[in-house]
């Protein structure tokens, strides 16, 4: 770690150039970053494993570590007294946050959208401190995971809303097998045998909370009467069909003649089974965003279930269409189950789901490939003959993907589907794409060398902007459409080969491309328009 990785303006970190790893913020910082203006640069480093804030600092402002992909952990010294909002926003990778303050000032929302995070160590900081109501679970998780290192006041605080809460928070201890979670329940007599089923057993076993299950099944064998094991023993779950009172307390939906489009799911069950019908009208549809933590007005308190506790989906036969980012970050989703029958599926519809991804960490649902998995994705990835359609930001930040070969199935490449892939170095697109979308290769900085298949039409709005390791291209015959900032800031770009004669150049598709030459052929319509573009060329 270098000081010069460092730009320190009157004791306030403005901005980091290093490469990552584990970083250590040099001692004398004051504060972190100048507030969301400012970028202090962390979302650009790839591979960054820790950071270590010194004792010196007593700010982190708004937005400091916004998007710091790939951070996994954090210690905030006692020294700071402020944290500002939405400081940790985005941080996708961020697993563990350790805390050693007694009082901090929170602004809010400091750790929204954190989907890794798995707990958060603060032994002496007030359970209240955050405002945010799915951050206390976390906080809980920090206490479990190690109750000796809270003493006093602190302890009792975190038992007590254990206690207090463990109707809603069992599901959550179970879900990542939290057994030390489920023992502090029992070493303070809170399971019993009225409550050791329908409270600790069936969510155990619905989760798959193998270690939980085992220290439940060890408790009833030490703690129950033969009376009571077999009473639990016979029990048959009773399924009713729900009514339509019922139905409309679950379901958000929209009637279309004879037919139901549902729009919202307003239940938490980890297995979500959608109906057939409600009242006398069918279930035809699922909304946009219907199961989709970003859909618009999804409030707060909602956006951790959809996230991360619906683990499986039924989708009944009569669905013939799912909407655009139905189960957009769903992360928990393991399993769905679809009609056979043929049936639409929108944009983004599974894309976020990685527990949905194959063994090469690819998210495919019939012939669309919807996303990967940050945790199984190669760095050299083929995709497979099953798929025509690489969907919109498919592997949008995919930071370590080198390598793609499309299969000769492949007819479409979605908007954004490779924006932001900062290592991608080689694609091979086969003859059989014929449209590439808006920002597909978008600040590709590493990629060296493209090749566009005749089949395409048109060169979408900047579908190669910032592709700064580019030098030449390309443009067969069949392209007529050239959109605006297509190729803008490919600062090393020397040569763009323009086969058709009659060529539309959209804004700015060449601006800031200073070694640029346009080789055109001569007499053409193209040449006057590469012109007036104010774009050195060459007629060939």
Sequence with gaps: ???????????????????????????????????????????????????????????????????????????????????????????????????????????????????????????????????EPEVKPLMLMGYIEDPGRYEGEQSKQYLKYLISQRKKLIPILLKTDCVKGIKILADNKKIDADNFDEEYFQPASAANALQSIAFLLEWKNQNMS?????????????????????????????????????????????AVIIPDTIGDKK?????????????????AKRKPYFNSSIKSVIVPDGVTEIGNGAFLNCGGLKEIKLPKTSMSIGKEAFRGCENLANADGLII???????????????????????????????????????????????????????????????EIPSSVCEIGAGAFFHCKELSKVEIPDAVKRIEDTTFMKCIQLK????????????????NQCNRLEEIVIECVDAEIGQWAFDNCAKLTVSVVKGSATKERVKEAGVSFKEV
């Design 226 to 270: 033969y009376d009571d094991k077999l009473q639990i023993s016979d029990k048959e779950p009773e399924i009713k069909p729900l009514s339509l009172t019922e139905l409309k307390k679950l379901w958000a939906f929209e009637e279309k003649g004879d037919s139901i489009v549902i729009t919202d799911y307003k239940g938490d069950d980890e």
């Design 472 to 487: 030449r291209v390309i443009i067969p015959k069949n392209v007529s459409q050239i959109g605006v900032w297509a190729f």
């Design 365 to 427: 649902i019939n012939d669309v490939l919807y996303g990967f998995s940050k945790q199984t994705i190669k760095e050299n990835v083929i995709i497979p003959d099953c798929v025509t359609v690489v969907g919109d930001r498919a592997f949008f930040e995919c930071f370590s993907i080198k390598k793609v070969v499309l299969s000769k199935s492949v007819q479409s490449i979605g908007v954004s589907s490779f924006g932001e892939c900062l290592a991608l170095q080689e694609i």
């Design 1 to 131: 770690m270098k000081e010069k990785d460092f730009v320190i303006e009157d004791d306030i970190l403005v901005e980091y150039s290093g490469k990552g790893g584990d970083i250590i913020i040099p001692d004398g910082v004051r504060k972190i970053g100048k507030g969301w203006q400012w970028d202090t640069h962390f979302r650009d480093v790839e591979n960054i494993d820790s950071i270590t804030i010194p004792e010196s600092v007593e700010e982190i402002v708004d937005g400091a570590f916004r998007f710091t992909k790939t951070l996994k952990r954090i210690e905030i010294p006692k020294s700071v007294k402020v944290i500002g909002r939405s400081a940790f926003w985005r941080c996708d990778s961020l697993e563990e946050v350790y805390i050693y303050g007694d009082s901090i000032k929170a602004y809010g929302k400091v750790f929204e959208d954190c989907s890794s995070l798995k707990r958060i160590v603060a032994p002496y900081l007030p359970l209240n401190t955050f405002s």
């Design 283 to 299: 279930v035809i549809g699922l909304g946009e965003f219907v199961f989709s933590p970003e859909k618009p007005k999804r409030t």
